[in-house]
């Protein structure tokens, strides 16, 4: 390892990576210098961006992550996806009174559909149940909501929750005079 010079992009570069990447997987700088045989004040330098760790140094560093060089080196730190959302950026995917506010609508590659529903009184997903591949979770936060899931059903309250395979016909229909919110997750990600 070699003392960096006060303006080496290089070292602050080497060492922001380490502390994201460390960070990221969840390992404080003394498990790593345990796993590596690093010294825990190395680290600490390398990661304040005062030393600069040779390649074979960062290599064995690395290892202790466990990580090769080019990964550490290619691995995007800096995600272009919008991570929070107010309750005003959320996009309305609903129709009619259904309102269906989806978290995350831009995201690319958007892997579950994470949707903050309100059911005004009377309203339903429509007379004809829906199917597809999938699975769906969710919990009422508010109000009450008759789900039928195959030949069951059942009136949920406030804090009560359900899991299903969505390749089982479903519908879900507010039959109470006052409005419904439930948060719910669903795999794979409906694409509206």
């Known amino acids: ?113 994470f949707i903050v529903e309100t059911y005004p009184p009377g309203v339903d997903t429509g007379h004809d149940m829906m199917a597809y591949h999938g699975e769906e979770a969710g919990v009422v936060i508010e109000g009450e909501i008759e789900i039928t899931i195959g030949a069951q059903h059942r009136l949920l309250k406030a804090g009560d929750s359900y899991y299903f395979s969505t390749t089982q016909p479903h519908r879900f229909r507010n039959i109470s005079d006052q409005p419904c919110r439930i948060v719910s997750c669903s795999t794979p990600a409906k694409h509206f």
């Open 1 to 113: 390892m070699t003392t960096a010079d006060q303006g080496s992009d290089d070292a602050n570069d080497v060492g922001t990576r380490l502390k994201a990447v460390r960070l990221m997987r969840n390992i404080s700088q003394r498990e790593l210098a345990k796993r590596t045989g690093v010294t825990h004040s190395s680290l600490s330098l390398i990661e304040q961006g005062k030393v600069s760790p040779s390649v074979s140094s960062l290599k064995k560093i690395l290892d202790g992550i466990p990580m090769t060089v080019g990964e550490f080196f290619t691995l995007d730190l800096q995600n272009t996806d919008q991570i929070f959302f107010s309750p005003d950026e959320l996009q309305d995917v609903g129709s009619g009174n259904l309102s269906l506010k989806l978290v995350g609508y831009n995201r690319k590659n958007r892997a579950m559909s």
